[in-house]
């Protein structure tokens, strides 16, 4: 099982906010990267010390050069190695004997170039652990402090300066995504505390940059873009704490097919895991999960700029009936709430809108506003007279520099007079229309984050709001331990006879290791019975004919005993069966699968969704946290593409998902509580209408 305890987070001081600088390859060579570094920090204006170092010059730009890194004053904060990979080792060794803090390595050529680049990594990694070397990179493109003005890269940075209100730190393994998300950021006017490109990380991951930024002051909100975490415990723990010290966290993480995921062990030396289970396990964290990198900067977009999170429904106001049609479309695909209007605000909006603008949700002002702009106050008034609406969009055509003209100023001057305390958000329905800059400037400036599309505002209200409303309720039982006294694959009716003590219901059954044994088993649970073949290299009995149902007497088990045994014999000659489970047979009902297990990085996670050719054709299952009380297990279950079989669909009965939620909590206890268990499958599970209860016809349990 994963150990969740926290673990210390180094001091990255030295690193984030250095007092000192050598710069090793610098180069008068406009375009070399230790070049860059140096003009970097010229233009700056960084007060800081900065040593030269470089063999072959004795003056680059009319400042003194060292010959060697062991020239450099003791106790250097950052060195930058600018130089090639195959004098990196010599210099990391060097930097360590004279006790520089930090390193940043560019060169690559490491962990993602093969065994031998491999081991020169971990190599880095020993040096940096033996020394108290933070170590970023390689493979990497530096880091920015825009705080204090520390720019340690050889990409040209604007000279960006911490903003007023909430500030955006990022963390990139991607140097070249950590760009272009730091450029989008910038151009989005957001305040940024600093960019990490962390490359391979031989010695300094991810976890330790986000434990650092955390407790940063200067930083209110983390971006993150990462292929795979290193330590998903401590990560896990760093989200928990983001979320109790309210400084969201936006994750990009690519793999969600088999080909990114290969192309990150090739990218970053990255060994990309699980990604559903990744996703599940960082949204119950709190983690805001992007879709791509447009999402990431539009959902710390709203991050920065709302005071409080989009919880709860939307309400948009537009100006076209055809948009409001599409908006509804959009919105249900999405799972975007739009309430309809209450009393009170149906009241008021009816009030302040003409007889022929019908109060809704999208709401169509039609081109009223051009000749009446002062609509757009009174209907956000109305709007915000209902606690439903934790965000209000407005999708405004902008056309040209006149209409907008007529319609900014009122759309600034209404939020300027109410001051809302749910978040607006303004939309540009014809992206790419010529709008004034002031007007965007101002409407930022006022909290409210301008889009060019309704389209990219809604889905990242969505993914914001969804985030900040996700606090599930836990369960209060404890975790169960029990005593599975085996490794490897244990067969169906010793798994049955561990779980069984913990809540987990079967059918009514017995052992039998001959045929006298299986006929006393039958009569006293009653015919019809099911007989299946036991061994734990039998892990799919239905593949080797080694499943019998529907057997409804004494003769008729006589020969099925003998066909099973038959059946075993041709599939797998050389197995030797443990005995036989004799099953009554119960009525039919709907099937699904419930599973867990102990990851070896994420640590426990649940599974339950439709069993059968659903489970295997449409993947509609849902992966949860094991801890998660029975309430929030239904709530999960009704988000399964098949719900409505489970609640009444075309007149049949409402299933007994209270049954399967109390199922699948009491298999959470087992798995957080008994470490050794590596992966518990319950397939099928029968379901029954409501109050009937649910059973779990299979069980397979592997253990470490």
Request: proline share 7%; charged share 20%.
């Amino acid at each position: 099982m994963v150990d969740s305890a926290p673990r210390p987070t180094p001091d990255l001081g030295r690193l984030l906010r250095p007092a000192s600088v050598a710069i090793v390859g610098a180069s008068a060579t406009r375009g070399a990267l230790g070049n860059s570094v140096l003009r970097n920090l010229d233009r700056s204006g960084f007060s800081g010390e900065v040593h030269l170092v470089n063999p072959k010059r004795p003056v680059i730009d009319g400042r003194q050069s060292l010959e060697s890194i062991h020239d450099l004053p003791e106790g250097v904060d950052v060195a930058v190695l600018a130089i090639p990979g195959s004098a990196v080792l010599p210099a990391i060794e060097a930097a360590a004997a004279r006790k520089v803090g930090a390193a940043i390595i560019f060169s690559a050529g490491f962990a993602e170039g093969g065994d031998a680049g491999m081991q020169a990594q971990r190599e880095i990694a020993r040096i940096a652990r033996e020394a108290g070397m933070i170590v970023e990179g390689p493979n990497c493109l530096g880091m920015t402090n825009f705080v204090d003005g520390v720019p340690l890269t050889f990409v040209e940075i604007p000279q960006v300066r911490k903003a007023p209100g909430r500030n955006i730190a990022l963390v990139s393994q991607s140097g070249a995504m950590a760009i272009v998300e730091t450029t989008t950021l910038i151009a989005k006017e957001l305040g940024l505390s600093y960019f990490v490109s962390t490359g391979n990380e031989a010695a300094t991951g991810v976890e330790d940059y986000v434990g650092a930024l955390l407790e940063d002051d200067d930083v209110q909100i983390v971006g993150m873009i990462v292929e795979q975490f290193r330590d998903p415990a401590r990560f896990l723990s760093l989200a928990h704490r983001a979320r109790e010290i309210g400084k969201p966290i936006v994750l990009l993480h690519p793999g969600q097919s088999a080909a990114a995921r290969e192309s990150a062990a090739t990218h970053t030396g990255a060994m990309a895991g699980d990604w559903k289970l990744m996703e599940a396990k960082v949204r119950d964290a709190g983690v805001i999960l992007a879709e791509d990198l447009e999402e990431l900067g539009d959902v710390l977009d709203l991050a920065a700029r709302c005071r409080t999170p989009p919880v709860g429904g939307c309400a948009v106001l537009t100006e076209s009936g055809a948009f409001k049609a599409l908006t509804l479309d959009l919105c249900d695909r999405i799972g975007l709430e739009l309430p309809t209007p209450n009393a009170a605000a149906g009241a008021a909006l009816r009030e302040a809108m003409p007889d022929f603008i019908p109060v809704s949700n999208p709401m169509d002002l039609t081109a009223q506003a051009l000749v009446d702009p002062g609509l757009y106050r009174r209907a956000l008034e109305g709007l915000l007279r209902d606690p439903q609406f934790g965000s209000v969009v407005f999708a405004i055509i902008q056309t040209d520099h006149e209409t907008s003209a007529r319609k900014f100023p009122a759309v600034i001057d209404a939020v300027e007079q109410l001051r809302p305390d749910v978040p607006v958000v303004f939309a540009g329905m014809d992206d790419g229309a010529e709008v004034q800059p002031e007007y965007i400037r101002r409407l930022r400036e006022l909290g409210v984050p301008y889009f060019p599309s309704a389209d990219r505002a809604l889905r990242a209200l969505r993914r914001f709001g969804e985030a900040a409303g996700r606090m599930r309720e836990r369960s209060v039982a404890p975790p169960v331990a029990i005593d599975v006294g085996a490794s490897g694959t244990i067969p169906e009716y010793r798994a049955k006879d561990l779980l069984a003590p913990a809540g987990i219901p079967f059918p009514e059954a017995g052992f039998a290791t001959d045929l006298d044994q299986a006929r006393t088993i039958a009569s006293q649970i009653g015919y019809p019975v099911a007989i299946k073949a036991q061994s734990a290299g039998l892990s799919h009995k239905s593949d080797a004919g080694g499943v019998l149902l529907d057997i409804g007497s004494d003769a008729e088990l006589e020969v099925a005993w003998a066909r099973l045994f038959a059946n075993v014999a041709s599939h797998a000659p050389d197995l030797a069966l443990d005995g036989v489970l004799v099953e009554r047979m119960g009525p039919r009902g709907t099937e699904l699968i419930v599973g867990a297990r102990n990851d070896a990085d994420w640590g426990p996670v649940s599974l339950v969704g439709f069993g059968g050719v659903q489970a295997e054709l449409y993947r509609d299952v849902r992966l949860l946290s094991p801890d998660l009380s029975p309430a929030a297990i239904e709530a999960e279950l009704l988000q399964l593409k098949g719900a409505a079989l489970l609640t009444g669909f075309r007149g049949s009965p409402p299933l007994d998902i209270a049954a399967v939620a109390r199922l699948v909590e009491r298999l959470g206890r087992v798995v957080r509580g008994t470490g050794e268990i590596l992966e518990i499958d319950l397939n099928p599970v029968v379901v029954f209408p409501e109050g009937q209860g649910c059973v779990a016809l299979d069980a397979l349990v592997t253990v470490a």
